[in-house]
């Protein structure tokens, strides 16, 4: 086993992308132990075989569809007439947008790429200083994954068995927390700085409500899918993709064969880099647990107390921390065998189990050293990294507090969906 560590240790340490590293180690593991050669094909494909899993290459679709079809562009204008009248009206539109479009994507990365872009040409155009306008991009397209759909946790209802529609509706509340209190910290900032903000015309909003409706309407029809029971999550991503590919190609017609080409091929991309990290995590996963390294790790955090409130903060911390190194789905897949019991064991809900888990996860997207979203906005924004590492600080504190309020007070993620879904 010390060889199977060392392989993972040194492949991630040298630059390996880190779906290679885990099925490399994994792969030296299983030869290591002389587990049937059979073995590793059989998991790694077991891994990625769920209907459920669909949802995730379709969801990507979508995102790239919208940001290809300049929906997002009519949604973060939409959100400029509704919010920009406030102190720092811009950075309280990227807010409010990143909030429509993660009903949309569900990912993170697209939020930071496609509305990124906008959001930041708009800003730092009307007067707002460069690493401000990162730091809110960067930090706002957290909500993303958070606000239903969402793609981690959709891997985390595969792995748990837990209702993913249960888990979408469970981000609703979290999710609007999250830009709520992102707005609290934009308006003090905005005060303090002298940002500047536009004026408010009912005309003008009225106007651009209806020029961006049919974009605004997308997390209203999933949402009400969820709740009334007319599709599966699997079914909402095929609809999302349907429904963006009409707006973008007869509605307003913005997208033409060539850039229907890339979104294909870019969603490709994105979506086999993440079934193969889940995939090559599920044969790592399996030799973890069959050599009982995953009880030795969960029997240490319960040695450490038995409180579930001090079991939680020490899963926050150790998240965190991973989430500072690597991707969602690589630690969703490698950690929830280690985690799951140990929240079975003090009895915790598994729905606002797995908010916690996946709000640690998406905080870690957007942390120093290497959160993909960082990379996306520095590029966007042609900003350098250390520039960027500290103006988008002060950033976190308001996600730390959300995290930490639905850690504590499981209602705020359960309340919703037990109230609304019953199966």
Not at 71 to 91: H, Q, S
Not at 143 to 164: D, E, K, Q, T, W
Not at 174 to 180: A, E, F, T, V
């Given at each position: 086993?010390?060889?199977?560590?060392?392989?993972?240790?040194?492949?991630?340490?040298?630059?390996?992308?880190?779906?290679?590293?885990?099925?490399?180690?994994?792969?030296?593991?299983?030869?290591?132990?002389?587990?049937?050669?059979?073995?590793?094909?059989?998991?790694?494909?077991?891994?990625?075989?769920?209907?459920?899993?669909?949802?995730?290459?379709?969801?990507?679709?979508?995102?790239?569809?919208?940001?290809?079809?300049?929906?997002?562009?009519?949604?973060?204008?939409?959100?400029?007439?509704?919010?920009?009248?406030?102190?720092?009206?811009?950075?309280?539109?990227?807010?409010?947008?990143?909030?429509?479009?993660?009903?949309?994507?569900?990912?993170?990365?697209?939020?930071?790429?496609?509305?990124?872009?906008?959001?930041?040409?708009?800003?730092?155009?009307?007067?707002?200083?460069?690493?401000?306008?990162?730091?809110?991009?960067?930090?706002?397209?957290?909500?993303?994954?958070?606000?239903?759909?969402?793609?981690?946790?959709?891997?985390?209802?595969?792995?748990?068995?837990?209702?993913?529609?249960?888990?979408?509706?469970?981000?609703?509340?979290?999710?609007?927390?999250?830009?709520?209190?992102?707005?609290?910290?934009?308006?003090?900032?905005?005060?303090?700085?002298?940002?500047?903000?536009?004026?408010?015309?009912?005309?003008?909003?009225?106007?651009?409500?209806?020029?961006?409706?049919?974009?605004?309407?997308?997390?209203l029809i999933i949402l009400s899918g969820f709740t009334l029971g007319w599709f599966t999550p699997t079914e909402a991503s095929s609809i999302a993709v349907g429904y963006a590919l009409v707006i973008a190609v007869v509605v307003y017609r913005n997208m033409d064969w060539k850039s229907f080409k890339k979104c294909l091929l870019d969603s490709a991309l994105t979506s086999a880099n993440t079934l193969f990290i889940i995939g090559s995590s599920t044969l790592f996963s399996y030799v973890l647990i069959r050599e009982?390294?995953?009880?030795?790790?969960?029997?240490?955090?319960?040695?450490?107390?038995?409180?579930?409130?001090?079991?939680?903060?020490?899963?926050?911390?150790?998240?965190?921390?991973?989430?500072?190194?690597?991707?969602?789905?690589?630690?969703?897949?490698?950690?929830?065998?280690?985690?799951?019991?140990?929240?079975?064991?003090?009895?915790?809900?598994?729905?606002?189990?797995?908010?916690?888990?996946?709000?640690?996860?998406?905080?870690?997207?957007?942390?120093?050293?290497?959160?993909?979203?960082?990379?996306?906005?520095?590029?966007?924004?042609?900003?350098?990294?250390?520039?960027?590492?500290?103006?988008?600080?002060?950033?976190?504190?308001?996600?730390?507090?959300?995290?930490?309020?639905?850690?504590?007070?499981?209602?705020?993620?359960?309340?919703?969906?037990?109230?609304?879904?019953?199966?």
């Amino acid at each position: 086993m010390i060889a199977f560590f060392v392989v993972f240790v040194i492949l991630l340490v040298i630059g390996v992308p880190i779906s290679i590293s885990i099925g490399a180690s994994a792969v030296v593991g299983c030869l290591w132990l002389d587990y049937p050669l059979m073995v590793i094909g059989q998991k790694m494909v077991s891994g990625i075989d769920s209907f459920l899993l669909i949802a995730i290459p379709l969801f990507v679709l979508a995102g790239n569809l919208m940001n290809a079809g300049k929906i997002t562009e009519r949604i973060f204008n939409f959100a400029k007439e509704l919010v920009g009248w406030v102190p720092g009206g811009l950075g309280h539109a990227n807010v409010v947008a990143s909030i429509i479009f993660a009903g949309m994507s569900g990912s993170a990365a697209a939020d930071a790429g496609g509305l990124g872009t906008i959001e930041m040409e708009a800003m730092t155009t009307n007067g707002y200083d460069k690493e401000f306008s990162a730091g809110i991009t960067v930090t706002s397209s957290v909500i993303g994954p958070i606000f239903p759909p969402s793609i981690p946790l959709i891997i985390y209802g595969s792995i748990a068995s837990v209702s993913v529609s249960q888990l979408f509706m469970g981000g609703v509340v979290p999710g609007l927390l999250m830009g709520l209190a992102l707005m609290i910290l934009v308006f003090i900032m905005a005060l303090k700085r002298g940002y500047p903000r536009t004026s408010f015309h009912v005309l003008a909003l009225i106007k651009q409500f209806f020029a961006s409706i049919l974009s605004i309407i997308t997390p209203l029809i999933i949402l009400s899918g969820f709740t009334l029971g007319w599709f599966t999550p699997t079914e909402a991503s095929s609809i999302a993709v349907g429904y963006a590919l009409v707006i973008a190609v007869v509605v307003y017609r913005n997208m033409d064969w060539k850039s229907f080409k890339k979104c294909l091929l870019d969603s490709a991309l994105t979506s086999a880099n993440t079934l193969f990290i889940i995939g090559s995590s599920t044969l790592f996963s399996y030799v973890l647990i069959r050599e009982g390294i995953s009880t030795q790790i969960a029997q240490f955090i319960l040695e450490i107390s038995s409180n579930p409130h001090v079991c939680l903060l020490v899963i926050n911390v150790l998240l965190l921390i991973l989430g500072m190194f690597m991707e969602p789905g690589a630690i969703l897949t490698l950690m929830l065998p280690v985690l799951i019991p140990i929240a079975q064991g003090l009895s915790l809900d598994m729905v606002h189990f797995g908010l916690v888990i996946v709000l640690n996860l998406m905080i870690g997207q957007v942390t120093p050293p290497f959160g993909v979203c960082l990379f996306i906005v520095a590029d966007v924004a042609k900003l350098e990294l250390n520039k960027l590492y500290r103006s988008m600080l002060p950033f976190l504190i308001p996600l730390v507090i959300v995290l930490f309020l639905i850690t504590y007070v499981p209602e705020i993620v359960t309340w919703l969906p037990y109230s609304l879904i019953t199966k």
